[in-house]
């Protein structure tokens, strides 16, 4: 068995973090890990044969990147995003309560409330028709607002 060397790498928590995973899947100790890639990487001999990327180990580590890319990309979009949707939220609670104090004025608390119970039974029939949609491929898709914005019978 060939003399074993110490060799010491000095890398981000990221990358560390990775390779950890990426032995785990291989099933193999980080320091194996390494070697294999090393190894790999510069053409050595691998269980006494030429050592080649297979077209299989290229489609994972490709498909592992993209993962990571698509990851980072949503995390930065919620991260940017978070605060705009909090002021937008914000404001339609706030010309919401408005509303309500103006009408409340004009109809009594049994009225008020009947409105209140009406709201959310469309709500949940404009939930269940969105559903609905969804699971069938008709082209004409409806809104789930349109039960809201159709007319009293």
Known sequence: MPEQARLQIYTTEDVNEKVEQRADRADLSKSKYCEMVLKKHHGMELRGRLARHSADEDIIATI?????????????????????????????????????????????PAEREA???????????AAADASAIAQTDDEEQLSPLDPLLASDS
């Open 64 to 108: 592992d990147n993209a993962a990571d890319d698509i990851s980072t990309s949503i995390e930065e979009l919620q991260v940017e995003a978070t605060p705009d949707l909090e002021h937008i939220q914000s404001l339609e609670t706030m010309y919401v309560i408005a509303l309500w104090e103006l009408l409340k004025e004009d109809y009594s």
């Open 115 to 125: 409105a209140i119970k009406r709201a959310a039974l469309q709500m949940n029939d």
